[in-house]
């Protein structure tokens, strides 16, 4: 049981996005779908600046869910999309694969819906790989509250931690002494963090009186660097 004791570092984990698709997010009644792709990218940007291996999977892309999340697509630009069958990631070779290639135990989870893809993944991935799942309950989606819920309760009755995306952003910083994330860190609480971000905005230009910066004639808040 000790390795529930230990928090995510950058070194320690890799994250894998499961079917973060239009269609997909239409079936979506657990969270309000804006907000849940919202917390999606903040997580996503999360991991591009902490360098965390990421995974990111579709299901029907020209059949039925769309292609992935522009916003998402954004944050990895270059990255290979490994696109499927089968409603349970872990079936598929290709993201068996990729979760292997960084040999870290520990995988953090955003996908949809919770009560099937994220579930049937987190299931075999725990049994048949033996790897650690940290199970992001508010960058996910089900059916139906009740479908999610259930679905959290089996995942972790099974040993799946469940997290948000905001504690794994400030699990990875840790300490705001690290420098070369604070920055990036900051500006992802401020473009994704709702009343945080906005603290933080106050903060910096009320209190530590930083200038607000302007872009393309708009005002768009404080340099991050401003402390």
């Known amino acids: 049981m000790s390795k529930y004791l230990e928090v995510l570092t950058p070194q320690n984990c890799q994250i894998i996005f499961i079917d973060q698709q239009p269609q997909m997010a239409f079936g979506v009644q657990s969270?309000?779908?804006?907000?849940?792709?919202?917390?999606?990218?903040?997580?996503?940007?999360?991991?591009?600046?902490?360098?965390?291996?990421?995974?990111?999977?579709?299901?029907?892309?020209e059949g039925f869910s769309g292609p992935t999340y522009p916003e998402l697509l954004a944050v990895f630009p270059e990255h290979k999309i490994l696109e499927r069958s089968s409603m349970n990631s872990w079936d598929d070779q290709n993201v068996r694969d990729s979760l292997a290639a960084s040999g870290r135990r520990k995988v953090v989870v955003s996908g949809l819906w919770t009560e099937?893809?994220?579930?049937?993944?987190?299931?075999?991935?725990?049994?048949?790989?033996?790897?650690?799942?940290?199970?992001?309950?508010?960058?996910?989606?089900?059916?139906?509250?009740?479908?999610?819920?259930?679905?959290?309760?089996?995942?972790v009755q099974a040993g799946a931690v469940p997290m948000t995306w905001q504690q794994v952003l400030l699990e990875w910083q840790r300490d705001w002494a690290r420098k070369?994330?604070?920055?990036?860190?900051?500006?992802?609480?401020?473009?994704?963090?709702?009343?945080?971000g906005m603290g933080v905005d106050y903060a910096y230009t009320m209190v530590h009186k930083a200038p607000e910066r302007v872009q393309h004639g708009e005002r768009i808040g404080p340099h991050p660097a401003a402390r």
């Open 31 to 61: 969270i309000d779908r804006q907000t849940l792709k919202n917390n999606v990218v903040g997580l996503a940007k999360a991991a591009k600046a902490f360098n965390i291996p990421a995974t990111i999977t579709t299901v029907e892309t």
């Open 180 to 196: 070369d994330t604070y920055d990036a860190v900051m500006n992802i609480v401020r473009e994704h963090s709702g009343a945080y």
């Open 116 to 155: 099937v893809c994220n579930t049937t993944f987190t299931l075999s991935a725990m049994l048949e790989g033996g790897y650690e799942i940290y199970m992001v309950a508010d960058a996910s989606g089900g059916t139906s509250l009740d479908a999610h819920n259930y679905a959290m309760d089996r995942m």
